[in-house]
């Protein structure tokens, strides 16, 4: 691994880099922040594939083509006077160590230039909003907690969660703020007296054939569906991601043999559609 020296002489380089394509190439002169919003999305998703996948390689590629965008957008606020990505890391250093004080003093805050050192509180310092910090459950609810106090800080609880998220995501950090508030089930298995409600309210609209009512219901089931994966800490964006995948492998196990055998797929009945799909499972369980 590189030293810190080595880190910050790469940084400095790719800077370089940035400043002088942005300077002579014709792509990227022309580029702004609306032009570039797009592919920022591409390449955050480019890198979730990564991580799911837990490509190390595609994982420190896609690393880098995260990091350029975020240097490009610093880049073109600089141009326009607006800010540097000097001002991006010390405003990021600064609310770091801020909303950790139970790590960082108070005093080691530096508006101009934060610099911060290693700080072991003493045990009658080490306190959040309301006691000792102790547990990652303690950390969260006190970073809410300093939030809605700093001057740009969220104006409420849920104004956090950005309006843009999948709603999948959306719904478990909506749900993950308010149990950083207290709001929560105090026995997780309690949730799922919740789940089978929704889910008996979804077949009841579904009965009456209530396309609108129906909707809402499957919403509901679904929001307790997701509150439970996370009182249970499981991730339901990746457990979905993972369930997917295993679809796709397995339909397209069912397609290659039905190319194979030349008998398209629609010519295919569901029993034999069954059986190459359970061949497929067949299989998955061998390769582990």
């Not at 595609?58 to 975020?70: A, M, T, Y």
Request: glycine residues 4%.
């Amino acid at each position: 691994m590189h030293t810190k020296e080595e880190k910050m002489q790469a940084f400095g380089r790719f800077l370089d880099v940035l400043d002088a394509l942005r300077a002579n190439c014709p792509w990227d002169k022309k580029q702004t922040n609306e032009s570039l919003r797009p592919n920022t999305i591409e390449e955050t998703y480019e890198l979730c594939d990564a991580l799911i996948k837990n490509d190390v390689h595609d994982i420190c590629k896609e690393l880098g083509d995260v990091l350029l965008h975020i240097c490009f957008y610093a880049k073109i606020a600089e141009e326009q006077s607006q800010f540097d990505m000097a001002d991006v890391c010390n405003a990021l250093t600064r609310k770091m160590i801020t909303r950790h004080p139970h790590v960082y003093h108070p005093s080691q805050i530096d508006a101009e230039n934060p610099r911060p050192l290693p700080y072991v509180p003493e045990e009658s310092e080490a306190t959040s909003e309301g006691g000792k910090v102790t547990t990652v459950s303690q950390v969260l609810e006190n970073w809410e907690q300093i939030k809605l106090k700093e001057k740009d800080g969220n104006k409420s609880v849920l104004s956090g969660v950005p309006e843009a998220l999948p709603s999948l995501i959306k719904a478990y950090r909506i749900q993950d703020k308010a149990r950083n508030v207290g709001f929560d089930w105090e026995d997780r298995q309690d949730v799922w007296k919740k789940v089978h409600e929704e889910l008996g309210e979804l077949e009841a609209e579904l009965a009456k054939d209530d396309k609108e009512n129906s909707t809402k219901e499957l919403g509901d089931f679904l929001f307790s569906v997701i509150n439970a994966a996370r009182l249970y800490k499981l991730n339901p964006d990746n457990a979905l991601e993972m369930t997917n995948r295993k679809f796709i492998d397995r339909f397209n196990y069912i397609e290659a043999h039905s190319i194979k055998i030349g008998k398209p797929l629609k010519d295919m009945t569901l029993e034999e559609m069954d059986r190459l799909w359970e061949e497929a499972k067949q299989k998955e369980r061998i390769t582990k």
